[in-house]
């Protein structure tokens, strides 16, 4: 995708005057009122499979001025300049800023053929009209006067350490700048009109060379020296070399020279073509640029590479190569636009290089160093670096697996590969074979593992196959393990064999699984990866929910949340270097292992690592996840992973953290300010090459919708650049701003702010410090310091008399306040007493006299502890000591009851509270004590007549059920009496059945017993006794009733049934007053059926259990209860019988809420009246 | 018909007191049959039965006054003594009208229950002979064919051959036919027997035409 930014040079003049036109506000013209719009580039796909760089292509439909690139240099603040036949460049790794003599007039020409910067921070720019020097951001001409003309085209530039340049041209002039003054030297030896290299000796003196003419500057002449021996026509071109000295290329022969004399010299393998240039870069390469076969590098060993439109770049003419301050190396070409040729990080090997198939499922190592590729659909390869060859598996004429899952070469030298297609196989001695599916679960075999006992396991969609030796075990679901295809095994270190399938994780004891699971009991469900490490810790990876550490007794989880970029983890590999290398589904991330633990730990929140994707040469950002081995360590120690779109490899040796941290420029600032027409805003815009400025922009007043374009500059990656900003004046904390350049504010007001950004590179390496600029936005004149300074000392002035005023009636108000407020407390009934910060008395009324038996000049300075102990220092611990607590906190506090002591020593209950008071007199706390002993009385009193009250309905009870009893009563007394007569009559016969009067005899003791009973029963249901509560069976207080009922519901002709709920707790409450109120419900129920017909004459008695409470319902099918009138049965003398005293229900009502229970009545759907009885349950207490 | 020893049927829900009870009346020389529900008793009870039931009233189902309707609908007349443990006004009221012998209360003395089971004897006495005579009668009735059984009803009710045989839609001669062959059935002599046996049978008369 390309996205140019396309805004023309017109606009851009337009809106510079407008600014300028605002009346020199903006700060500007460091460039001289230069205003420059970036294009911005575009990233384009950068996997290509050269094994050595990532290329990225830059033309000009990227957003190059022109597609060339003519030259290149890095300047202090970090952007990359370079020339283009159509402009000169700064790139900051995402925009190009295009400067051309429409936006700088200083340029000579827009055509740029040179560049130099030299080691005071002065760019040279050579154009095609002439050369012009930037310096402290300001331009300057080099004119004729030093005797430069237009059509001298510099083509090198040479720098002595104390900033001199020797300044060779196309035509074959040379100048030296010396002292601020260039001027033309001698022609040097060699073909006139041609151009020559100039090059700075050890010892600081000038050298040229030119085809095989070597001259060297004395100072007054050029003094010829010795010569290459080899006399060629083909051009010879020259560079600096690293450690002093330069190169030299005559021919196919690369030659080293130092002090004019050859130290070194190598013939290339083949020609390189037409060279242009040479460079040098860190690596010791040497780079051959050709204007007609691309670019070649010649290794330190020797090795010569070269790069054209067949391999990477679009052409072959190449002007420079340049190396960054990260490594990144930079191709010019003079037709193919600009290459970056980035260091691969990783090695990759894919559809590109001849695997055929881009779905790579199993890496691993192979005999002889190489390594397995198990490709899902093109069967099984091998890599032996770089070669790649497809491994036929085959067996009697009969095609191998094509769908590789996974592939293993065990200690014993056998292969292993299981497919998704065609089961397990394996090559031993007598070559590949399919193992027979009945020697495994089943087909699809998804991973593969040697153990430490050289015990191979194979996990496949059925359950689990282990090979020890030439035997083999399945196990499946009758061993514990739950159906799923493995994803990983893992041994830990007591050698135990872990896997995890979509089910969960399990352990093999030796005899069956055993699912691990967490401390909630729940499955580990989506672990795709296991590593077992010393400690009984267990790393596992998980499909959607980060990384996970187990270790013993405890969990700990590393996610998004915590830092990590990714949430799906498929592999984990470790490496020499302390250094853990996760496979997930962004990428690879690399992290220390001691980061990864802090942040378990706990004790870190924020996760260093670098996240590594396509930028880093990896095919894919997804890793290949799901089976095993996924990826996997050669012998050398580098670390392989399978992706969806090949393989990488990545040596950790050869591993650097880019730890260049990005300069960071902000580069403008766009704001917008109403016009005279309010409605409509014209917007500004501040370019500014160098950051912080001493000079603060001052924005108008009103300024608004502000922009902040910045940028960091790191090359690498640009696009994984990071920013975070901050506007002091606004911001407490930094902002994350991702990958964007550009802060907007839009409701700024007035005032200072200085706004800050910093950055982090592609390995997450911050510049802390940034870059800032401070800048101010104007107030209107109301928002202005004089204005409110002095309006506010108007206001003060107008303030203070008014205070004057009011604190004269204040204090007039405070005066009949006081005194309003003494007699108020003064008539209260109750004892009212003012305390002062001490918790000393300081004013009482009439009423305290009284309560606590003082005259009221013996209680002022007494404590109030002395009256009333443990009062205020309970009720308010330590408040006392602050106002503010009090005034805060003790407002509307509750009273309480406590103990109050009276002068003669006789305790009263009193009931206090305490409120803040604020008034002249220095009190703070108002304290009323009520006097409730007659309210404790009153309770008594009422308590006992309630008691007395319940006692009376229950001999009212009595007489309801008196019927009830003669009847329970007189059928045991019948059967006795009847019994004894019948024995008296049988002893009376002349043959005495002894037998009958033995059994008549054991029937009166039993009959005896029964109504004994009754007796007892009555009697516990009538005693006048103290309530006793204690835990109770429900059921068993409701089947009592339905006993003592029993004849009473015959004689009303009732049916009864019960449903009693099983296994109900216990309630506690007074077993007898529960039982009456029972009784009590039963009979209404009774009497509301008197006048139904026979079928409708049915109680039901049921116990349920209710959340926390138990519930009994007495229902009938009688006539019911009016709905109005359903509440008010429950008050004292309301009843519906003719003969009702009306206290029934309403005692039970008090009984029932006595024990913090609830009695009320329903109607029923279709007929009749249901009494519910709930009571909380005593928990943990079976009934 | 020669007549049965007299047995004395107890009815009691509650099983001490029915075992009790029948206990004593058994010492007392009665032949005693416990029933320990209303139902059990109506399943087991005897036409030619002889002597009398002993009744509770309080018992769930089907109570004592409730059985003595049933009884005295089938027109058994077994003399019934209620026993009950507590015997309001009301229910009092009811069992006599329904024709009780006597109202007993739990507990009872065993002398005011065997006088009280006694008399019921010899009011059964009475009873049983009026019932086997009844029976003997409804014996012979049940030998009528529906068109002799409605000239006996005319008859009885005083109507003139000629009347009946108008009212019947046939003639006089029919109707004599008829008339003898109803006195040979019911083997009566003369119209003042047929007229007492068909009282006693409770046979009504046929009101008369205007």
């Known amino acids: ?1183 | 018909m020669s007549r049965p020893a007299p047995a004395i049927y107890v009815v009691d829900d509650e099983p001490a007191v029915l075992k009790a009870v029948g206990r004593l009346l058994r010492a007392a020389s009665f032949d005693v049959i416990t029933l320990s529900s209303s139902r059990e008793f109506l399943a087991q009870y005897d036409h030619a039965a002889h002597g009398c039931i002993v009744l509770d009233i309080e018992m769930p189902d089907l109570n004592g006054l409730d059985l003595q309707g049933t009884l005295g609908a089938e027109g058994m007349g077994l003399p019934i003594i209620f026993l009950t443990g507590h015997g309001d006004i009301p229910k009092t009221v009811r069992a006599i009208k329904q024709g009780a012998v006597d109202f007993l209360t739990k507990p009872v003395d065993e002398r005011v229950l065997i006088d009280a089971v006694r008399a019921a004897i010899a009011k059964d006495q009475v009873y049983w002979q009026a019932r086997i005579e009844i029976a003997e009668i409804n014996r012979r009735l049940a030998t009528l064919t529906p068109r002799e059984h409605e000239v006996l009803r005319h008859v009885i009710s005083g109507r003139l051959n000629k009347q009946t045989a108008a009212e019947l839609g046939t003639v006089e001669q029919t109707i004599k036919v008829h008339r003898g062959r109803v006195m040979e059935k019911l083997n009566v002599e003369s119209l003042a027997e047929l007229v007492k046996l068909a009282e006693r049978a409770g046979i009504s008369a046929v009101p008369p035409v205007d």
């Open chain 1, 1 to 1183: 995708m390309y996205c140019v930014v396309t805004r023309t040079a017109s606009v851009s003049r337009r809106l510079t005057r407008a600014a300028l036109g605002i009346g020199q506000r903006v700060l500007l013209a460091l460039l001289s009122g230069l205003v420059v719009l970036p294009a911005v580039a575009a990233v384009r796909p950068t996997f290509r499979y050269d094994p050595t760089y990532l290329i990225d292509t830059w033309e000009i439909e990227d957003g190059l001025p022109e597609n060339s690139a003519t030259a290149m240099v890095q300047t202090a603040d970090g952007y990359l300049w370079f020339g283009t036949f159509a402009g000169l460049v700064r790139f900051d790794g995402v925009n190009f800023t295009v400067l051309t003599t429409s936006n700088t007039p200083e340029l000579p020409d827009f055509g740029i053929v040179n560049l130099h910067l030299d080691k005071s921070g002065r760019m040279w720019v050579s154009t095609y009209g002439g050369m012009a020097v930037l310096a402290q951001n300001k331009w300057r001409r080099v004119d004729k006067s030093s005797g430069w003309r237009d059509g001298d085209y510099a083509r090198t530039f040479a720098e002595r350490e104390n900033g001199d340049l020797l300044v060779t041209t196309f035509n074959g002039k040379v100048f030296e700048y010396s002292q601020d003054t260039l001027k033309e030297l001698p022609r040097p030896p060699g073909e006139a009109g041609k151009g020559y290299h100039g090059l700075v000796g050890l010892t600081g003196d000038w050298w040229v060379t030119q085809h095989e003419s070597v001259g060297r500057w004395d100072g007054k002449q050029w003094i010829p020296t010795t010569s290459p021996t080899h006399a060629l026509a083909a051009p010879s071109i020259s560079a600096h070399a690293r450690d002093g000295g330069a190169w030299m290329l005559i021919g196919r022969d690369l030659i080293k020279l130092r002090e004019g004399r050859e130290i070194s010299r190598r013939t290339l393998p083949q020609e390189p073509g037409g060279a242009w240039s040479l460079f040098e870069d860190s690596r010791g390469n040497v780079w051959i640029c050709t204007y007609d076969q691309g670019v070649c590098r010649i290794a330190p060993d020797g090795e010569m590479r070269r790069w054209n439109t067949s391999n990477g770049l679009v052409y072959n003419g190449v002007r420079f190569v340049f190396e960054d301050r990260e490594g990144n190396l930079w191709i010019g070409t003079s037709g193919g636009g600009l290459n970056r040729f980035k260091p691969r990080r990783f090695k990759a090997y894919g559809v590109e290089n001849n695997l055929p198939e881009r779905v790579v499922k199993s890496v691993s190592p192979a005999p002889g160093g190489g390594m397995w590729i198990g490709t899902y659909g093109k069967g099984l390869f091998r890599v032996d670096a770089p070669e790649i060859r497809e491994v036929p598996l085959s067996t009697a004429g009969r095609a191998g697996p094509t769908y590789v899952q996974s592939v293993l070469t065990d200690r014993a030298g056998r292969t292993w590969v299981g497919s998704f297609d065609q089961g397990l196989w394996v090559k031993d001695k007598s070559g590949w074979r399919r193992i027979p599916d009945q020697c495994v679960g089943g087909g699809n075999v998804t991973s593969l593992f040697e153990d430490s006992r050289n015990r191979v396991w194979m996990g496949d969609g059925q359950g689990v196959t282990m090979f020890d030796g030439e035997s083999s075990n399945i196990y499946a679901a009758e061993h514990g393990l739950a159906h799923g295809a493995v994803r990983c095994f893992a041994e830990d270190i007591a050698g135990n064999i872990w896997l995890t399938n979509p089910a969960g994780v399990f352990r093999w004891t030796g005899s069956r699984f055993i699912e691990v699971r967490d401390a909630e009991d729940k499955p580990f469900r989506d672990m795709s990866w296991l590593k077992s490490e010393a400690g009984g810790v267990m790393w596992m990876g998980t499909l959607s929910r980060g990384l996970l550490r187990l270790r013993p007794g405890g969990l700990d989880r590393i996610d998004e949340r915590t830092g990590l970029p990714a949430a799906s983890f498929v592999g984990i590999l470790e490496d020499d270097r302390g250094c853990f290398w996760l496979a997930t589904n962004r990428g690879v991330i690399r992290v220390l292992r001691r980061a990864l633990e802090a942040v378990a730990d706990g004790k870190e929140s924020r996760l260093d690592y670098q996240l590594l994707g396509l930028t880093d040469g990896l095919p894919s950002v997804e890793c290949a996840g799901g089976q095993q081995p996924a990826c996997a360590r050669d012998a050398n120690g580098s670390l392989w992973f399978a992706t969806v779109k090949g393989v990488a490899s990545i040596d950790p040796a050869d591993f650097q953290v880019n730890t260049s941290p990005p300069t960071v420029e902000i580069e403008e600032l766009i704001y917008s300010v109403p016009t005279s027409d309010r409605r409509k805003l014209r917007q500004f815009r501040e370019s500014r090459f160098t950051a912080p400025s001493a000079v603060r922009p001052s924005l108008p007043q009103g300024s608004r919708h502000i922009e902040l374009h910045y940028t960091g500059l790191s090359f690498a990656a640009p696009e994984k650049v990071r920013f975070e900003t901050m506007l002091e004046g606004r911001d407490a904390e930094w902002q994350d701003m991702g990958d964007r350049r550009i802060a907007y504010f839009n409701d700024l007001g007035p005032g200072n702010y200085v706004f800050r950004v910093r950055a982090a590179n592609n390995d997450g390496v911050w510049n802390k410090a940034g870059a800032s600029l401070a800048f101010a936005i104007e107030p209107f004149f109301w928002q202005t310091l004089w204005f409110r300074v002095g309006t506010g000392s108007l206001l003060v002035l107008v303030g203070a008399a008014a205070a004057w005023l009011i604190s004269h009636q204040r204090h007039r108000r405070a005066r009949e306040a006081n005194e309003h407020f003494r007699q108020v407390v003064e008539a209260s009934l109750h004892a009212m007493i003012s305390v002062n910060k001490q918790g000393r008395i300081v004013m009482v009324n009439s009423q305290a006299e009284t309560v606590f038996g003082y005259r009221r000049e013996e209680i002022i300075g007494l404590r109030v502890e002395q009256l009333i102990p443990g009062g205020l220092r309970e009720q308010n611990p330590g408040r006392l000591n602050s106002p503010i607590d009090l005034g805060a906190n003790t407002t509307g506090a509750a009273t309480r009851e406590l103990t109050a002591r009276r002068k003669d020593g006789s305790e009263i209950p009193v009931e206090m509270g305490v409120n803040p008071v604020c008034n002249g007199s220095g009190a703070l706390a108002l304290v009323c004590v009520i006097d409730i002993t007659a309210r404790r009385q009153m309770e008594r009193d009422v308590a006992r007549q309630r008691y007395e009250l319940s006692h009376l309905s229950r001999v009212n009870m009595l007489g309801e059920l008196s019927g009830s009893l003669a009847h329970e009563l007189n059928q045991p007394l019948t059967a006795i009496l009847s019994n004894a007569q019948a024995a008296q009559r049988f002893l009376s016969h002349e043959d005495v059945d002894l037998n009958e009067v033995r059994a008549i005899l054991s029937d009166i003791v039993s009959e005896d017993k029964r109504a004994g009973e009754v007796i007892r029963r009555l009697r516990l249901l009538l005693k006048k006794g103290e309530v006793q509560s204690q835990p109770m069976d429900v059921n068993e207080a409701v089947q009592d009733v339905m006993k003592l009922v029993h004849s009473d519901l015959l004689n009303h002709g009732v049916a009864a049934y019960t449903e009693l709920a099983a296994g109900l707790p216990a309630v506690t409450a007074d077993r007898v007053q529960i039982q009456q109120v029972l009784v009590n419900l039963v009979m209404n129920a009774c009497d509301a059926m008197g006048a139904s017909d026979r079928e409708h004459r049915k109680l039901l008695v049921s116990t349920a259990r209710d959340n926390g409470d138990v519930l009994i319902r007495v229902t009938d099918e009688g006539c019911g209860i009016s709905p109005e009138r359903l509440d008010l049965i429950f008050e004292p003398f309301v009843t519906t019988k003719e003969h009702g005293m009306g206290l029934g229900l309403s005692v039970c009502r008090t009984i029932v809420a006595a024990h913090a229970g609830r009695l009320w009545a329903t109607n029923n759907a279709s007929r009749g009246a249901c009494f519910c009885v709930s009571l909380p349950a005593c928990e943990g207490v079976a009934a």
